[in-house]
């Protein structure tokens, strides 16, 4: 802490001196915003809305203020963080502490930067190594130490770092860091084939990474594996290494990709639930091909007149499509084998799957499988022209086979569905007026997602539908209806939300989610009644501040932002947002 004061004193004295410079290029500039998300929680047990924080502590606060000056090459950042019986670090408890959740200072030199505290960063997709921040669901994993990036040329720059990261788990360690070491170091550049892009643009990288385990962890681990009987016994490793490489290539329109990632040997929590050596792999390729014009028919004269030059244009369809496909066998990497859920992580596996917006579209989805899945997802957008719009959405993921099924015919393991998802929708232009229609349609794996054995395969069925109606200077109406059907999980639900713009700075929404078919497991603390989750929101957009007020009630379930997922209690109560850039 001592270090970080004097961090902040340097940062204090540097704005307050440069606030009595004459104004010049070289005066400096400072800039921040604040995020801040309060929320009183009114009890409803008919929807299990009933945990400790509507018991014991009725409301809570979560607030970040990032703080960033900038001056002859300098840049200093600070971010506050506040936590008042915060449900973020744990949805089902309450956290309270106040401190500098990210700091750092860093210096450009030509072709070298250098980074001290805090940063994020990837490499590559991220698949092996990402830190990042969402706050939405609580999690930050921002790394703490020294990182160098030096530019090669212009075309290729090598960066290295080695820290720790920052702790999510533990009240304690929610402005400490853990104590494992990671390092690492990544290459990457772009190689133009030919001139004027003829032949297209190659862009190549490769990547390692190194996590030592600390003396502590070590000891609890050998403690475990010594109770194990003898033949499931191994001996525990204090390094494990990691290793990616990846290329893209372009041309035009066209772009295919992959990534390849391996780890080293360690000690994780294999599906059996017991600590077991294993190494890892991920494979990872996409491929898109956008915007290609296609022209349906011929051109035809307009008027039967053989001396007319009026000519109909024939119909066009632009075209994309985007594919993308993975593997995973066993890539755990956390910063210690202890660690489980979205506790420190170190590697980045967002699922495999569409991210659906819809309320109850988003209802069900894929987190990835660190253990061993196979992924694809395929979408295809069609323009048919100024006014029509098609895309399609298709995802499959399914086990490995050593975590999948027993076949009782072969007396062998074999893969297992988990997830599966269509979803088609038409958009069509009518004047002022815009329609979307669409159909979703998944298979949930829910008792492996969940981790509920007691729970069947939810199979779903859902018609969409949006309609705007822009009034003109600001001013719009939008009404959006869903209805999912399931025999499975909570059963069916209907959707209807209506939303108006009375400008571009204020608007306001209601809408009503009802549990219409109601479907209760054993296990299920909920009413097996129908159930209503109404919600009611209003914005106000003034001076880069942006402000929210809203009533609603939300399901339990699983909430994802940027593809990270997990499980979230029901909500019920107000919410009120500030988002302000200064």
Not at 10 to 16: G, P, R, T, V
Not at 44 to 71: C, H, P
Not at 410 to 426: D, V, W
Not at 489 to 494: E, L, N, P, T, V
């Given at each position: ?82 936590f008042n019986n915060s449900p973020l670090l744990d949805p089902l408890d309450a956290y309270t502490a106040h401190g500098i959740g990210f700091w750092q200072a860093s210096k450009q030199l030509k072709d070298l930067n250098i980074t001290v505290g805090s940063f994020y960063d990837q490499f590559g997709s991220g698949i092996l190594f990402r830190a990042y921040e969402q706050r939405q669901i609580g999690i930050d994993y921002s790394m703490q130490g020294v990182r160098l990036v030096y530019d090669l040329n212009d075309h290729w720059k090598i960066k290295a770092f080695s820290g720790n990261q920052k702790g999510n788990k533990f009240a304690d360690t929610r402005f400490n860091t853990s104590p494992q070491v990671i390092s690492g170091i990544n290459l990457e550049g772009e190689v133009d084939l030919g001139m004027d892009a003829k032949y297209g643009m190659l862009n ?379």
């Open positions: 802490m001592k270090l970080i004061r004097v961090f902040l004193a340097l940062l204090a004295f540097s704005f307050w001196g440069s606030s009595f410079a004459q104004k010049s290029e070289d005066q400096g500039q400072f800039s921040g915003n604040l995020l801040l998300n309060y929320q009183k929680y009114l009890r409803d047990d008919k929807i299990g809305a009933n945990t400790r924080v509507y018991l014991e502590n009725t409301a809570s606060v979560d607030a970040w203020l990032f703080m960033q000056y900038r001056i002859k090459g300098y840049n200093f950042v600070v971010r506050y963080d506040a190549l990288g490769a990547s390692a990474l190194n996590r030592n385990i600390d003396r502590q962890t070590m000891d609890e681990l050998v403690s475990i594996i010594n109770s194990y009987d003898r033949e499931d016994q191994f001996y525990p490793k204090y390094n494990v290494y990691g290793f990616n490489g990846y290329a893209t290539y372009t041309k035009g329109n066209f772009s295919f990709g992959g990534e390849a990632n391996f780890k080293s040997p360690e000690a994780i929590v294999d599906f059996n639930n017991k600590l077991a050596l294993k190494n890892g792999k991920v494979f990872y390729g996409n491929l898109s091909w956008g915007s290609k014009t296609i022209k349906l028919g011929k051109p035809k004269k307009i008027s039967g007149d053989k001396n007319s030059q009026a000519i109909k244009k024939p119909t066009t369809l632009n075209l994309g499509i985007n594919i993308q496909a993975r593997h995973v066998d066993h890539f755990t990497l956390r910063t210690s084998p202890r660690e489980n859920l979205l506790n420190g992580l170190i590697s980045y596996l967002p699922s495999m799957t569409r991210q659906n917006t819809y309320r109850l579209m988003a209802r069900y989805n894929a987190p990835a499988q660190d253990l061993g899945e196979n992924g694809i997802q395929m979408e295809i957008d069609a323009k048919i022209n100024k006014s029509t719009r098609l895309s399609f959405n298709a995802s499959y993921v399914q086990s490995l086979a050593h975590n999948g099924s027993l076949d009782s015919s072969t007396n062998s393991m074999k893969p297992i569905q988990l997830f599966r998802e269509y979803n088609g929708q038409l958009i069509q232009n009518i004047g002022k007026h815009t329609l979307k229609l669409g159909l979703q349609t998944i298979y949930y794996n829910q008792a492996r997602y969940e981790q509920e054995p007691e729970y069947e395969p939810v199979h779903t069925i859902t018609p969409f539908a949006e309609w705007l109606h822009k009034i003109g200077k600001g001013k719009s109406l939008r009404i959006e209806a869903q209805y999912l059907k399931t025999d499975k999980d909570q059963g069916s639900f209907a959707n209807l939300m209506i939303e108006y713009y009375f400008s571009k700075e204020i608007s306001f929404s209601v809408g009503d989610m009802v549990n219409i078919e109601p479907h209760r497991y054993e296990r299920m603390t909920i009413e097996n009644r129908i159930l209503h989750y109404p919600t009611i929101f209003m914005s106000y957009n003034h001076n880069n501040s942006f402000y929210t007020l809203s009533y609603l009630k939300q399901q339990q379930g699983v909430n994802c932002s940027g593809g990270i997922c997990r499980e979230e209690p029901a909500f019920s109560g107000v919410r009120f947002t500030v988002s302000s850039n200064f």
